[in-house]
């Protein structure tokens, strides 16, 4: 009898909160409406379509950062049909502590809201483009852009903790060479041989020796 192949694990839905910017009052309020109508069912048929997982759909007002804390959504769409600064002021609040792809679908194609969306955090920058059907493509392509600069500003940081921490064994192997008169070689084997006994990171111990010489002044 042929064993069975298990299959493999379905991979966790994405899950999405979509922000609205409100209709503002004036003569074609029913227009406005019918609009955002239009295009809130565009994006709802898409992400359906394309397997993800809408756990809410908010407007875009002070209360938005405190509602994306609470659900912790993987991905932040905004639909504004016009000016989506102050939704982007809101956006940029609530993505402070924790970065997460936004796409933004927009009717304004002025370079200097685009360029503003952008330097707020924005994965994609759609205009006029709030159909179905390029609901998950335009989703798939935010997510990869989004991953590619999270690997780059990871990258960054880890380059920066190590030169952070190479300049503090620098100063404690100087301040050995100092006191104990030792050559730098000495020094730095000093130090790794105090990290090994006190199974400490070089870095570490590095740390606790200038952490005394200050204190001794």
Avoid: W
Wanted: a negative charge; aromatic letters at 2%.
């Amino acid at each position: 009898m042929t064993p069975m192949r298990s299959r493999p694990p379905t991979p966790p839905k994405l899950r999405i909160v979509v922000a609205t910017t409100l209709v503002q009052p004036g003569e074609d309020d029913d227009a406005a409406v019918a609009a955002q109508v239009q295009r809130s069912n565009a994006l709802r048929i898409g992400l359906l379509e394309a397997g993800y997982d809408l756990i809410a759909s908010l407007p875009a007002d002070m209360f938005l950062p405190e509602r994306i804390a609470q659900l912790q959504p993987d991905l932040i769409i905004i639909d504004a049909d016009s000016d989506a600064r102050d939704v982007l002021e809101h956006i940029v609040i609530a993505s402070r502590d924790e970065r997460r792809p936004i796409v933004l679908f927009t009717e304004d194609a002025s370079t200097a809201s685009m360029e503003a969306a952008m330097a707020a955090g924005v994965s994609a920058y759609i205009v006029d483009g709030l159909q179905a059907a390029r609901v998950k493509p335009v989703l798939a392509v935010a997510l990869a852009r989004f991953r590619q600069e999270q690997k780059l500003l990871d990258e960054l940081a880890d380059t920066r903790h190590k030169l952070a921490e190479r300049k503090i064994i620098e100063r404690a192997k100087g301040v050995l060479m100092a006191h104990q008169q030792l050559s730098e070689e000495q020094a730095y084997q000093k130090l790794r041989s105090m990290a090994m006994n006190k199974k400490l990171k070089l870095s570490e111990i590095a740390q606790r020796i200038l952490d005394v010489e200050d204190l001794l002044g």
